[in-house]
């Protein structure tokens, strides 16, 4: 018969440890913390597509404290119509700019995503990008 109660004093032991590692105060030190989704209070993008397939920009740090680990996605995308009621296709290609240098409130820093489309891309293909940010880091003093 298998005791099922042997792991649960190391379980009560751990939880107690976790509660009061949340209820002992902050000390001031550096300290990383995850921003969430809504990006628009801390960065601007700015960007362009140079050619089909070869994007660049900048972003800008609007916040008031220095951000760093700025995680871009940008999405390459080509289509292109069917000939003679045939199905059209697309490409599309996704890639990931990490900007790891610390960003100061005001300052910018630079992006390039390049994606070369695939051989069986057709002359009437169009060519449109989106950049989004992803993820970001705030660099500050605990409170």
């Known amino acids: 018969m298998m005791d099922f109660t042997r792991g649960a004093g190391r379980a009560r032991h751990a939880m107690a440890g976790f509660v009061l590692a949340l209820a002992m105060p902050a000390a001031t030190a550096p300290v990383d913390a995850a921003v969430t989704p809504d990006f628009s209070a801390y960065v601007e993008v700015a960007s362009e597509a140079v050619a089909p397939g070869k994007v ?22 080509w289509r292109w119509p069917g000939l003679d009621g045939a199905r059209g296709g697309s490409e599309v290609e996704t890639r990931r700019v990490v900007l790891g ?6 300052e910018f ?14 002359a009437r293909a169009s060519y ?16």
């Open 56 to 77: 660049a920009g900048t972003i800008r740090n609007i916040s008031s404290g220095p951000l760093r680990n700025v995680v871009l996605r940008v999405r390459h995308a």
């Open 109 to 122: 820093a630079g992006f390039a995503s390049v994606h070369e489309p695939g051989a069986r891309m057709p």
């Open 128 to 143: 449109s990008y989106e950049v989004t940010v992803l993820e970001l880091t705030t660099v500050g003093l605990a409170p």
């Open 101 to 106: 240098e610390l960003v100061l409130p005001g």
